[in-house]
């Protein structure tokens, strides 16, 4: 069976940080890229980063670009989003994923390939 599980969301205050991870199991993953989407209460999903199978290219959404350092872990297969100077408006459920598409591709994926249960990030002002 395969598993996407998310850990590390909470509640942070503003300018803060957070340390998303995503434990995938059940299948061999060398050959997905993986990356995070959220949904925030009342808005579509957003695509927020994706990161090669190799870990050698990244994307991100313009909106974290410059906060937000996504990295993979081959060995375990482990996805991480490190997020920094957070704001309000990061606040949201955040997934993690998997996909075979090009990185370039996941702001435009409906219904990635593998996709977890979610994680909780809530930024206060």
């Known amino acids: 069976q395969v598993q996407l599980v998310e850990s590390g969301g909470g509640l942070v205050q503003a300018g803060g940080s957070l340390r998303l991870s995503c434990v995938a199991s059940?299948?061999?993953?060398?050959?997905?890229?993986m990356g995070w989407f959220r949904q925030a209460p009342g808005k579509e999903r957003e695509f927020v980063s994706a990161?090669?199978?190799?870990?050698?290219?990244?994307y991100y959404a313009d909106s974290v670009k410059g906060r937000f350092t996504i990295s993979r872990d081959g060995a375990k297969n482990t996805v991480y989003l490190q997020m920094s100077s957070l704001k309000p408006e990061d606040t949201a459920v955040y997934y993690c994923?998997?996909?075979?598409?090009?990185?370039?591709?996941?702001?435009?994926?409906?219904?990635?390939?593998?996709r977890g249960q979610g994680t909780q990030v809530t930024v206060s002002s």
């Open positions: 994923a998997a996909d075979r598409n090009y990185i370039i591709n996941w702001p435009g994926i409906q219904k990635p390939d593998y």
């Open positions: 990161i090669s199978w190799s870990g050698g290219s990244k």
């Open positions: 059940g299948r061999t993953f060398s050959s997905y890229a």
